[in-house]
Nanobody, 128 residues
Framework: QVQLVESGGGLVQAGGSLRLSCAASGRTFNTFSTYTMGWFRRAPGKEREFVAA????????YYADSVKGRATISRDNAKNTVYLQMNSLKPEDTAVYYCAAEDDNSSDYRSSAEYDSWGQGTQVTVSS
């Protein structure tokens, strides 16, 4: 497992933007090469849902339909950090956002069950 620490959440008005960060530690860069990093979120009263994922090696990205075109996931290899840029935020984006890591380049990157390391979460609140 790796240690993940999210930051960057907060209160923003609808239409605004936020950039979430996820700092990973516990492994060297080379051993992250088989990792997939994901962002999930849990809104009040709802189940945790997939938001976006990125393959550490190669940088392929994947998005939930609900955020496609408004979100960009990226990574900084030198900093072992993954980012989630969210634009045109909507009140329905309000949730606790979690960073997660899985070390087997799973094809089922949308499933939270594939991830074995999780951050503590960061709250994003979008006001209307």
């Amino acid at each position: 497992q790796v240690q993940l620490v999210e930051s960057g959440g907060g209160l923003v008005q609808a239409g605004g933007s936020l950039r979430l960060s996820c700092a990973a530690s516990g492994r060297t860069f080379n051993t992250f090469s088989t990792y997939t990093m994901g962002w999930f979120r849990r809104a009040p009263g709802k189940e945790r849902e997939f938001v976006a994922a990125i393959r550490w090696s190669g940088g392929s990205t994947y998005y939930a339909d609900s955020v496609k075109g408004r979100a960009t996931i990226s990574r900084d290899n030198a900093k072992n950090t993954v980012y989630l840029q969210m634009n045109s935020l909507k009140p329905e984006d309000t949730a606790v956002y979690y960073c997660a890591a899985e070390d087997d380049n799973s094809s089922d990157y949308r499933s939270s069950a594939e991830y074995d390391s999780w951050g503590q979460g960061t709250q994003v609140t979008v006001s209307s």
